[in-house]
């Protein structure tokens, strides 16, 4: 299972980003199941929003969410509370709380591979970032 962040999944939905043609070109390339967060939902919704795109995110959430193309995980209470240690731990990093349950989450699952496109997975030391060059 690959772990999809916000930014990797505004790149797929929007062919305007930078980022879109090498989103698209990964997700076509590979076989292993998308996972991602009720927060990471949270994060990318009020993204669309924000940037005037909200019925993008309606249809993001139908054709992702409502078809199965990636399984949610819900932050559990003990996800919450590794994410407050880790906001705490890593003052010198610029890392949402967002991304502090992606951390959580990502060790509960024992997940070794992300899709983002923010240098915030390579500094979690975790993961493999996908694609290699993003």
């Given at each position: 299972?690959?772990?999809?962040?916000?930014?990797a999944?505004?790149?797929?939905?929007?062919?305007?980003?930078?980022?879109?043609?090498?989103?698209?070109?990964?997700?076509?390339?590979?076989?292993?199941?998308?996972?991602?967060?009720?927060?990471?939902?949270?994060?990318?919704?009020?993204?669309?929003?924000?940037?005037?795109?909200?019925?993008?995110g309606?249809?993001?959430?139908?054709?992702?969410?409502?078809?199965?193309?990636?399984?949610?995980?819900?932050?559990?209470e003990?996800?919450?509370?590794?994410?407050?240690?880790?906001?705490?731990?890593?003052?010198?990093?610029?890392?949402?709380?967002?991304?502090?349950?992606?951390?959580?989450?990502?060790?509960?699952?024992?997940?070794?591979?992300?899709?983002?496109?923010?240098?915030?997975?390579?500094?979690?030391?975790?993961?493999?970032?996908?694609?290699?060059?993003?």
């Amino acid at each position: 299972m690959i772990f999809v962040d916000t930014g990797a999944w505004y790149a797929l939905a929007t062919p305007s980003d930078p980022d879109h043609d090498q989103a698209k070109g990964f997700a076509a390339s590979i076989s292993e199941p998308f996972v991602t967060s009720d927060y990471i939902v949270d994060e990318l919704l009020t993204l669309f929003g924000v940037r005037g795109q909200k019925a993008k995110g309606v249809e993001w959430i139908q054709d992702v969410l409502q078809h199965g193309a990636a399984d949610l995980v819900r932050v559990i209470e003990e996800d919450f509370a590794n994410a407050l240690r880790i906001y705490e731990q890593f003052q010198d990093k610029d890392w949402s709380f967002t991304d502090c349950t992606s951390y959580a989450i990502m060790q509960r699952l024992q997940l070794k591979r992300a899709f983002p496109f923010d240098h915030h997975f390579r500094q979690f030391g975790i993961v493999t970032v996908e694609p290699a060059t993003a």
